[in-house]
């Protein structure tokens, strides 16, 4: 369980989603002043951030951005966008998840408890493969003796991808081993979220083509 701070204008909405954290153990806790908001979640160290994209006075995507240069906290996007455009953007931004309005609770319970569950990940193993080190705790890999932070989607990505050691990873293992389900992600989030990884590894030098795409299969190293 953990302190989700909740970024999102509709009154009756925002009371409805810290119910329902609430009511599963969390501790809500609601955005004060919308332009202030990347001030205010890095003030209020939260477990996760739960992220509206379409807010008076301030632009949800700015905000998820400010809030990931400083911060690694799980943010997840709740919006009634459906767009393509922006829950590619929110990716690339540095967002976690992505779910539409509107949402089952169970589902949105689940992929906040997926995202806490990583963030308190204890496994401090470093594992490697293909020249690829990788300490999973801190989300830290190295090549050739360049080092690299990673996202919590990225490490999650890379160390499946090492631990099958060459094998293929079909695209629904990592859907589930991102967001515990294959049925409420768009698939091409997954997509963002591997090119994510692969420019962060191009970044300590690790050559294009390491990390393999099987096209309508999956990914390997």
């Known amino acids: 369980m953990g302190k989700i701070f909740i970024i999102e204008d ?18 809500p806790v609601t955005c004060e002043d919308f332009a202030k908001a990347t001030q205010e979640a890095l003030a209020m160290r939260p477990d996760a951030v739960v992220l509206d994209l379409k807010l008076p006075g301030a632009d949800g995507l700015s905000i998820c951005r400010g809030i990931r240069a400083a911060s690694d906290v799980p943010i997840l996007i709740l919006t009634s966008s459906d767009a393509e455009f922006d829950e590619v953007m929110s ?4 967002a976690d998840d992505y779910l539409t309005k509107p949402y089952r609770p169970a589902v949105l319970l689940a992929h906040v408890a997926r995202l806490l569950e990583r963030a308190n990940a204890t496994d401090s193993a470093r594992i ?14 190295w090549y050739g003796g360049n080092e690299v932070s990673l996202s ?5 990505i890379l160390a499946a991808l090492i631990r099958a050691r060459g094998a ?17 992600v768009d698939d091409n989030t997954l ?8 420019h962060t590894l191009e970044r300590a ?13 999956g990914y390997s190293l």
């Open 10 to 27: 509709d009154d009756s909405l925002c009371r409805e989603l810290a119910g329902v954290l609430s009511l599963d153990g969390h501790e």
């Open 91 to 94: 990716m690339r931004l540095g």
């Open 128 to 141: 490697e493969h293909a020249g690829i080190s990788l300490d999973v705790a801190r989300a830290i890999a």
């Open 152 to 156: 919590r989607n990225e490490t999650c």
């Open 168 to 184: 293929i990873v079909l695209r629904q293992e990592l859907m589930r081993e991102l967001w515990e389900t294959d049925v409420f």
């Open 191 to 198: 997509t963002v979220n591997v090119n994510r990884l692969r």
């Open 205 to 217: 030098g690790v050559p294009t083509g390491v990390l393999k795409t099987h096209r309508g299969r």
